[in-house]
């Protein structure tokens, strides 16, 4: 038997081909449209607009397939990790932070764009635990898509934007992947189906130069943030590995005609990994690359993994690195922790079962 026919993930036009293809008028593939992304159900059964002929083809060659939880955790501050199986029976990890300690707060979606990540980074749990492949872009949306589905039943909610900032940074590169990734936006974004705003959506990479090459040629408005973790290339190599392809140099001219191209101002991410990269020195050369490109600066405290050697710096040296930054001009933030009684925080997220 053939496999079925993978609906979700497709754009209008593909839609559209797929339909004329089974004989049947254009008009029904924007209804098919309307059902999967706006109204947003998985069943042919539902898609009441539909002859019931149809419906049952649809059933029988087609299919929506949304990544199913096997498992939950939630963490004392509210934040939840997934535990989901995709077709194949591969498992991925995906998060949902809230905004506030608030009822009926709205939430971040933390999605994952591989199975595992072959980029490796030293600190990484991710990274640390191989790579098995890449997610399709119906995998990425079905990780909003599931994850909305089960918070709202969890938490007994009808609030159709209680998901209202994407983020890709779960496991994985996501430029190691980026035609699937930039799809997967695409429709997410579009207005006439899921329609969340662009300016809510950040990806963040590895420093994958070519990526940040073609995104700014995208014409998009999500936010670009880089994992730079390290300002001199000899570091850089050891916690990053893809910085033995992308140089510092190669790296930060990618970002700067990024910039000058979108004229959107990008974040770069700090990991603070105590006795590593958190000296004076280490700021220094971080206010002298990242000052001109007037960009955001987001320190994330160290998550420690336990099977990886890093440590956490204290308080008193997470708030001194801060405040040289700022000193030196850079506008700086400090990644609030989440979710990590649950290893569901940044870097922790593994393909592992546990
Ligand atoms: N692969 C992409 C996106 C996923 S990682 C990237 O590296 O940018 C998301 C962020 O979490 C990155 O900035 C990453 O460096 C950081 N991170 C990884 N492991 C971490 C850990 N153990 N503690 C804190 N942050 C971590
Ligand atoms: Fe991959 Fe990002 Fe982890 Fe590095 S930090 S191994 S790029 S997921």
Redesign the pocket.
Known sequence: MNAKRQLLGLGLPELQDYISELGQPAFRARQIYKWIYEKQTASFYEMSDLPREFRQQLDEIAVVSIPRVLKQKVSNDGTRKFLMELDDKKKIETVVIPQSGEKNTRYSLCISTQVG?P?G?Q???TGSSGFQRSLESHEMIGQYLGSKRELMKRLKQNDENIISNLV???M???FFNYEQVISSIRILIDPQGVNLGQRHITI???GEAVGIERLAREDLQVTL?I?L?ACNDELRDRLVPLNRKYPIKRLMQAISDYIEITNRRVTF?Y?MLDDINIAKQDAQQLIKLVKPLLANVNL?P??E?ETLPFKRPSGYNVRQFYQWLVDGGLNVTIREEHGSDIEA????LCIKER
Do not use: K
């Open positions: 990540c980029v980074c600190f990484c749990a890709y940074m779960g994985g590169e996501p963040s990479t590895s943030a994992s973790h991410e990991i994330i160290y998550n993994v925080a940044c870097g922790q």
